[in-house]
């Protein structure tokens, strides 16, 4: 005879063999994981065509399997939608998650048909990535986003504007200032792969190129910004840069009369423009290693002009720069009391060397004449502490550029 606890210990085990038996029959294959999916419904967005409420149910069966990456489904339910824009976008996205390269050149022919359809735009700008070609993701997704402004696909646009154009021009431009112009013309190069008009791009490759002496890329990545001011900016180093100073000052005066560069990058020019006219003795002058007593006049009369209407005193008789072709600027300068010649012996000992004591006393001498401040000079070799040293035997080219500093900033 059974017992109550026998019958319900029956009970259970066959409970138990139910369930096991259900579960076994019910379990298959492990569902495919869920697909991250990152671009719209076909039935969504700005440009949407319209489609009937059966092929709509079929459409919208197909996203949820799309979203479950069933993707024998989705093109069972593309094809049970029927033809149609819609119906095309679903079975291109189910590709997408496949093959991205093949997608891309159906959505191509899908938005060239629908210019308008939002989602599809989108759909292409996410095959195009994953696919590496980079330029036409970021003009899909521009597309996309200008056609439906929602804050998911603006993001997506300015994403990645950042990583293909924004993180690429700041590591181009560290590269520059790193003195590294092939790292930062790659980075350049690179932009304008994937965002041929972009600004700063080309000013980059411009910039870099000047630095390495590729004359026609800087021409050739300035051309499609015109009178663009940092164009004209850049136009103006590289006449500098071959001495084509009245070029220069044109570029430089096409500029904005309120740009901050504009008046100094003109005089710079103009002051080059006339030391290239200047006479032979006088660039001599400019680019001697250590200036003689004769070269230092010529500096200082040539480079202030102003210095020869300024000279009253009795004109010297100076029996040794008869012969030479800068006896004039010599002569101005012992006049303005700039230099001192031997009055006694009447000569001014052209050859010899100007040393620092020499240069020192003549531009103080000539910061007073022209009313202006004279430089504070360092007690040793080397400038510190915002002092100046011209070396022990000043060269021309370090007197010039003192001089021209000195001459050209105005006393407030």
């Given at each position: 005879m059974?017992?109550?606890?026998?019958?319900?210990?029956?009970?259970?085990?066959?409970?138990?063999?139910?369930?096991?038996?259900?579960?076994?029959?019910?379990?298959?294959?492990?569902a495919?994981?869920?697909?991250?999916?990152a671009?719209?419904?076909?039935?969504?967005?700005p440009g949407?065509?319209?489609?009937?409420?059966?092929?709509?149910?079929?459409?919208?069966?197909?996203?949820?399997?799309?979203?479950?990456?069933?993707?024998e489904?989705?093109?069972?339910?593309?094809?049970?939608?029927?033809?149609?824009?819609?119906?095309?976008?679903?079975?291109?996205?189910?590709?997408?998650?496949?093959?991205?390269?093949?997608?891309?050149?159906?959505?191509?022919?899908?938005?060239?048909?629908?210019p308008?359809?939002?989602?599809?735009?989108?759909?292409?700008s996410?095959?195009?990535?994953?696919?590496?070609n980079?330029?036409?993701?970021l003009e899909?997704?521009?597309?996309?986003?200008?056609?439906?402004?929602?804050?998911?696909w603006?993001?997506?646009?300015?994403?990645?504007?950042?990583?293909?154009?924004?993180?690429r021009?700041?590591?181009?431009?560290?590269a520059?200032?790193?003195?590294?112009?092939?790292?930062?013309?790659?980075?350049a190069?690179?932009?304008?792969?994937?965002?041929p008009?972009?600004?700063?791009?080309?000013?980059l490759?411009?910039?870099?190129?000047?630095?390495?002496?590729?004359?026609?890329?800087?021409?050739?990545?300035?051309?499609?910004?015109?009178?663009d001011?940092?164009?004209?900016l850049l136009?103006?180093?590289?006449?500098?840069?071959?001495?084509?100073?009245?070029?220069?000052?044109?570029l430089?005066?096409?500029?904005?009369e309120?740009?901050?560069?504009?008046?100094?990058?003109?005089?710079?020019?103009?002051?080059?423009?006339?030391?290239?006219?200047?006479?032979?003795?006088?660039?001599?002058?400019?680019?001697s290693?250590?200036?003689?007593?004769?070269?230092?006049?010529?500096?200082?009369?040539?480079?202030?002009?102003?210095?020869?209407?300024?000279?009253?005193?009795?004109?010297?008789?100076?029996?040794?720069?008869?012969?030479?072709?800068?006896?004039?600027?010599?002569?101005?300068?012992?006049?303005?009391?700039?230099?001192d010649?031997?009055?006694?012996?009447h000569?001014?000992?052209?050859?010899?060397?100007?040393?620092?004591?020499?240069?020192?006393?003549?531009?103080?001498?000539?910061?007073?004449?022209?009313?202006?401040?004279?430089?504070?000079?360092?007690?040793?070799?080397?400038?510190?502490?915002?002092?100046?040293?011209?070396?022990?035997?000043?060269?021309?080219?370090?007197?010039?550029?003192?001089?021209?500093?000195?001459?050209?900033?105005?006393?407030?």
């Amino acid at each position: 005879m059974r017992t109550v606890s026998d019958s319900r210990a029956l009970a259970a085990l066959v409970l138990t063999g139910v369930l096991a038996a259900w579960g076994c029959a019910t379990t298959g294959p492990p569902a495919p994981p869920t697909a991250e999916l990152a671009f719209p419904s076909p039935l969504t967005g700005p440009g949407r065509p319209a489609v009937p409420s059966r092929a709509a149910r079929e459409l919208q069966r197909g996203w949820a399997a799309l979203a479950a990456n069933r993707l024998e489904e989705v093109r069972d339910r593309a094809a049970e939608a029927g033809p149609g824009p819609a119906s095309t976008l679903l079975a291109l996205q189910a590709g997408l998650l496949e093959d991205p390269a093949t997608a891309v050149s159906g959505l191509e022919a899908l938005v060239k048909e629908r210019p308008r359809y939002a989602a599809a735009w989108l759909t292409l700008s996410e095959a195009a990535e994953r696919a590496g070609n980079e330029s036409l993701a970021l003009e899909a997704a521009r597309r996309g986003a200008a056609l439906w402004g929602s804050p998911t696909w603006r993001a997506r646009a300015t994403r990645l504007e950042d990583r293909l154009v924004g993180e690429r021009l700041a590591r181009g431009q560290e590269a520059l200032e790193a003195n590294d112009p092939v790292a930062a013309a790659d980075m350049a190069a690179r932009v304008l792969q994937v965002d041929p008009g972009n600004r700063e791009a080309r000013l980059l490759q411009a910039r870099a190129a000047l630095v390495t002496g590729d004359d026609a890329t800087v021409e050739e990545a300035l051309e499609p910004l015109g009178n663009d001011s940092e164009a004209l900016l850049l136009r103006g180093r590289l006449a500098e840069k071959h001495h084509h100073w009245m070029a220069a000052y044109r570029l430089y005066e096409a500029l904005p009369e309120d740009h901050p560069l504009r008046e100094a990058s003109m005089d710079r020019a103009k002051h080059a423009w006339r030391v290239s006219n200047l006479p032979s003795y006088v660039q001599e002058a400019l680019h001697s290693p250590a200036l003689t007593r004769a070269q230092l006049a010529v500096l200082l009369v040539s480079l202030a002009p102003q210095v020869e209407s300024l000279a009253t005193g009795t004109p010297p008789l100076l029996s040794d720069i008869v012969a030479l072709p800068s006896r004039r600027e010599i002569v101005s300068a012992v006049r303005a009391g700039l230099m001192d010649a031997d009055a006694l012996e009447h000569t001014f000992r052209p050859e010899a060397p100007a040393d620092a004591e020499t240069v020192h006393r003549a531009i103080d001498r000539l910061c007073r004449l022209l009313g202006r401040t004279g430089p504070e000079w360092c007690s040793g070799e080397t400038g510190d502490g915002g002092c100046i040293s011209l070396g022990t035997h000043p060269s021309g080219d370090r007197v010039a550029a003192l001089l021209k500093t000195l001459l050209e900033d105005p006393e407030p």
